[in-house]
């Protein structure tokens, strides 16, 4: 990527300097009213942020929400068949709409605001969720769902360009901190209203709720969150291209395999997946002009391995909750609203714990909050495998969701923080999309790969459970098969498991962060502006 601050103080001839001159002179003749705009009085982030967190929180509850609500949409929309991976498009739609874009809607930002383009995305979420709670058909669901999951990617990496943007070095953990309280409180929202909503007025009701929330956040980050400069960027559409076919082949191989008694048809769709995804890695190393992915980006260490461990975080926590969930309501007869109040230690200890570990990350080594974290996290997982049976008092399953929430609070805020710490302004927009692309990506093949793995299981432990008569249905299963179904949920929760243990060993090659002083942030905001 060709830094035009660079050019400018190396170019040859006047005329350079005099283009410089006159891009600063505009500059200052127009101020940005970002909160840090170089040569002017800063104004507080903290109420644009808030603004934000709201949309951010509404994204966060959908998907929560949904988790919860998934065996009653598969009785409502899908209950004649056994299989499990066609409700599972419900999650996975929306994951794959939303992880396909975020390279280029971070650019979008960066481009025309991220305060334009948040507002079109959470209009578009909003109009969505009322497609989703209309809908009658699973097939409708599904398409309604990918529209959503396209409003989603147009506001998230919004959100953490503007954190990048507004908050100096030395604040943006604490600031961070909040986003992941955010995560925290929306686990703990989701569930329980996604449980009250289901069992008191049906299914489509946690999808009509978001409506008054997005006009709400619709009107506050209008009225709060300010209009940041703008940065030209040309769009990579060969790129987009290519991510998009790549991610498509793979999750669709993935996720309808077992379907398909894994034919060859199905390998050679996931290679054909692969090889579409190397070539889009080589074009954007080979582009000449802006690529969709700055690879350059990718030599500051600590951005690389908070990519690859953010991937394996967004693949444990999509696919945890669906072999839990589907246990407690289906093998243990709990109702939606029952199931999610055993979350209610998770939400708590995540949204209490997280800004403290976001203000200690401000002067700590990253590393002795994650390692800890994703080891809390993992070990969770393994106590819930080993909790998954008929005889456990319901009571326990609080006990993993307490040391699920300590362990939260030690990693969302955290990696997102290292990741984007020492990236410049101009490259906020960037970097946040790549971030939020990469967990999304983590999530989509982690909703593919559990669909997969826990039809691999039952078809393990229930043999031709998947061609019997009638289906998977709310209420607690026949006696006959619960047992088969209890191993076949507590072997496929082992998954996320051991992808999390591998993700404390990536998080091992993190390095303290660099100190960046306010002023020398300030005078790289000022040498953006003036570029």
């Not at 600063?24 to 909160?35: D, F, I, K, L, R």
């Not at 889009?280 to 030599?299: G, I």
């Not at 393994?382 to 609070?409: K, R, V």
């Not at 209420?475 to 992808?499: C, H, N, R």
């Amino acid at each position: 990527m060709t830094d035009a601050s660079t050019g400018s103080a190396t170019g040859d001839g006047g005329a350079t300097r005099t283009a410089g001159a006159a891009s600063a002179t505009a500059s200052a003749a127009h101020p940005p009213t970002g909160a840090y705009a170089a040569g002017h009085k800063p104004r507080s982030p903290w109420p644009a942020l808030w603004a934000l967190v709201i949309g951010f929180f509404m994204i966060l509850v959908d998907t929560t929400i949904v988790s919860v609500a998934n065996p009653a949409i598969k009785a409502a929309l899908d209950p004649e068949t056994n299989n499990l991976d066609n409700v599972v498009w419900v999650t996975s739609a929306y994951l794959l709409a939303y992880a396909v874009p975020l390279l280029i809607t971070g650019r979008l930002g960066d481009r025309f605001g991220p305060k334009n383009i948040y507002l079109i995305g959470l209009s578009v979420f909003t109009l969505a969720s009322l497609w989703c709670g209309l809908s009658g058909t699973l097939e409708m669901l599904i398409v309604a769902r990918a529209v959503q999951g396209l409003g989603a990617a147009l506001m998230t990496p919004q959100t953490m360009a503007v954190i990048t943007r507004t908050f100096p070095p030395d604040r943006r953990g604490a600031a961070m901190g909040l986003w992941g309280a955010t995560a925290g409180v929306a686990t703990l929202v989701g569930p329980l209203a996604g449980g009250l909503l289901v069992d008191g007025l049906g299914w489509e009701w946690i999808f009509f709720i978001n409506i008054p929330v997005g006009v709400i956040a619709f009107v506050l980050a209008w009225m709060l969150v300010p209009r940041l400069e703008t940065h030209p960027h040309r769009f990579d559409i060969v790129g987009v291209v290519l991510s998009a076919v790549g991610l498509f082949l793979i999750v669709f191989g993935l996720q309808e395999g077992e379907k398909y008694d894994w034919a060859p048809w199905v390998w050679a769709m996931i290679g054909g997946g692969v090889v579409v995804m190397a070539m889009f890695v080589w074009t954007q190393a080979r582009t000449k002009s802006e690529p969709l992915v700055p690879l350059p980006l990718f030599r500051e260490r600590n951005f690389s391995v908070s990519n690859l461990a953010i991937s394996m975080v967004g693949f444990t926590v999509t696919s945890m909750s669906l072999p839990l969930m589907f246990f407690i309501q289906l093998a243990r007869g709990l109702t939606p609203t029952e199931s999610a109040l055993l979350l209610i230690p998770m939400a708590v200890l995540s949204g209490v714990l997280a800004p403290f570990a976001g203000r200690l990350l401000d002067r700590t080594d990253p590393r002795f909050l994650l390692v800890p974290g994703l080891l809390l996290v993992a070990g969770s997982l393994f106590w819930y495998a080993s909790l998954m049976n008929t005889d456990t008092p319901i009571w326990m399953f609080l006990l993993p969701s307490a040391l699920m929430g300590i362990g939260n609070a030690g990693m969302w805020g955290p990696l997102a923080t290292t990741a984007t710490r020492n990236l410049s302004p101009r490259q906020a927009g960037a970097g946040a999309g790549i971030y939020n692309t990469t967990r999304t990506i983590g999530s989509v093949i982690g909703s593919a790969s559990i669909a997969a793995f826990m039809q691999a299981r039952l078809e393990a432990n229930l043999p031709g459970a998947a061609d019997a008569a009638g289906g998977f249905g709310e209420g607690t299963l026949p006696p006959v098969v619960v047992d088969g179904f209890s191993q076949a949920m507590a072997q496929a929760i082992l998954l996320p498991a051991v992808v999390m243990l591998a993700g404390v060993v990536v998080v091992l090659f993190l390095r303290r962060p660099k100190a960046t002083s306010n002023e020398d942030w300030q005078a790289a905001q000022g040498a953006d502006s003036a570029a």
